[in-house]
Every structure is written in structure tokens, then in C-alpha cells.
């Protein structure tokens, strides 16, 4: 199939000249016609593979200069030089799949930064426009006012460091200090940092050690604390009030496994897959007035996948969720 396809000319132009022949046998005879139609078959068959030939060859020559690395033996074959030249048209396919890709993304990627930052801007926008057009002379508002304004640029704050943060992260410049760390110290320092949110929350936290409790992992211990920050917060911040959130630690194939359980509202199976791209919230309305920037999961992701760890998450709507993420062990 191959053969005919690359040669179809050929082949229709040797049968025409032999219906030709055939139609003059009496006058060239039966020798004649044969030899007529061997001869024009060698004919064009060899034109037409020396066109085709010259076609590859300018076409290669051409690829050459947009991909040395690829052409840099040329095949004696034409089919070896077809072969090339699909190889460089799947690979110029491949790359404008990526460049779409990353396009997309980019295009996501700012209107999801422009709308975070939308709605603080606007907020302070209007707050300061109200204390002018008179609303600074009665002191109550204009602290009420205020203090709406400082909330709203604390949210545009974190939303930039997290920004920053991610952006480190994902450029390798984000450093991971790997050092022996008694995990008990790194979980008991996270809930001296939360426990004014938890109080304010009416939560409570319990930690349950299912390993013994002077266990050595090997971490930078100030990332992982932030993962643990992150995750013990957003457990609260979308459960009940007075819940109760449980951090448990286990062992499993040699590896520390760290879990952070809810009771809380659960997430809906089509929106687990993406709960750690950047700026996804499963609920807009209540993350968003719960605070956040909505890279908190997605930092969260990058830092445990920097230790060369996994993090992983199970949950059902009305039930709550359990984010596990492991980390390794101090070889003995």
C-alpha cells in the first residue's frame, strides 16, 4: 500500500501509455508494446522518484535550520528522509500543543489573579470614597470603615506573598533545608502558632499518635509546619464551629504518614482532582469570606513534593475530608 500510494502517478501514467499501445498493437506488434511500456515504466517511475527526491532534499534542508540536533545525519533513503520529516512534524504538533497549553494557562492564570485582587481594591476603593464624601467626621464609622480597609489590604498582602511563594517554588528557588527533626516539637510548635485561630474558632485540635511520639523525620522544618499551618486551618475554617479536628500520625512501608481529619462540609467528588491547582475553591462564596488567597493547597502541594513526598485527599460532601502527606524517616 505504501508503494502504490508514493508511486500512484507512476502507475497511472505507465497504464495510460500502455492503453495507448494496446490500441496501436497491430501497427508497433506485441514486442513493441511490451517494450514501449517496460521503457516508459522505468521512465517514469525514476522521474518521479528523482522529483520527489529533490522535494525531501530542499524540505529537509529547510528543517535543518529549525532543527540541527534532529537532522543532523541526513538519510540516503527517501524513505529514511520521510521518516525525519514525520518525526519533526510530531514534534512541531507536540510543541503547539504545549505553547496552547501554556497560553491557556496564562491566560487563567492572570484573570484569576485580576479577580483576587478585583474585589479588595474595589472594597478599599469604595471605603475610602465613603470616608471622604463625609463619613471620616463621624469617628465610629470612620473606624468601622477603616478597619474594613486594613482587612481588605491584609488579604491583598497575603495573596502577594503566596505569589511570591509559589513563584519561588516553581523556579527552584524556593530552599529546602532537609535536617533530623523530632516531629512532636515541629506538630506542638503549629499549635502554639494556631491557637489564638482556634480559640477564635471554638475549635479544638487532638493529636493522636498511632507511632511512638519521639519519632525523627527528615525536613525543613519551617515548610512542613506551614503545611501542617494550612491544613489544620482550612479543616477548621470549613467545619462547624466547636468541631473537633484531628491531626493523626502513623507508619506505613517506612514512611511517616501525617493526616489532618474533619467533620466538616466534605468536598464533592467532581472537585477533587483539581482541589490543588491554583486558585480553585470548591465553595467561591465561603472560601472567600472565610479569607485566603486560594494558593494556600497548591503551596501546600509544591512543598511536600519539594521533600520528594506525596500528598493525598479523601472526602465525602457532609462528612468531611482527610488530607494525608508523608515524610521520611531517619534511616537507623
Known sequence: MKVLRNNLTSFVSTSLVLLICVFYRDALGTSGVVLIAIVAAIFLFSFEAFIRRSALEKTVAIMKEHDPALFKELPESIEGMEEKIALWSKKQSEFLEEYKSREQFRREYIGNISHELKTPIFSIQGYIHTLLDGAMDDSKVAKRFLKRAAKSVDRMTELVKDLEAISRIESGLYEIQMRPVVLRNLIEDSMDALESFVAKHKATVEVVWEVNNDVVVVCDSARIEQVLDNLIMNA?????????????????????????????????????????????????????SQGGSGLGLSIVKHIVEAHGQEISVRSKESMGSVFTFSLATVKR
Open 236 to 288: 477548621i475554617k470549613y467545619s462547624p464551629a466547636k468541631s473537633t479536628v484531628i491531626v493523626a500520625i502513623s507508619e506505613k512501608n517506612n514512611k511517616i504518614h501525617v493526616e489532618v481529619r474533619d467533620h466538616g462540609f466534605g468536598i464533592p467528588d467532581a472537585d477533587l482532582a483539581r482541589i490543588f491547582e491554583r486558585f480553585y475553591r470548591v465553595d467561591k462564596a465561603r472560601a472567600r
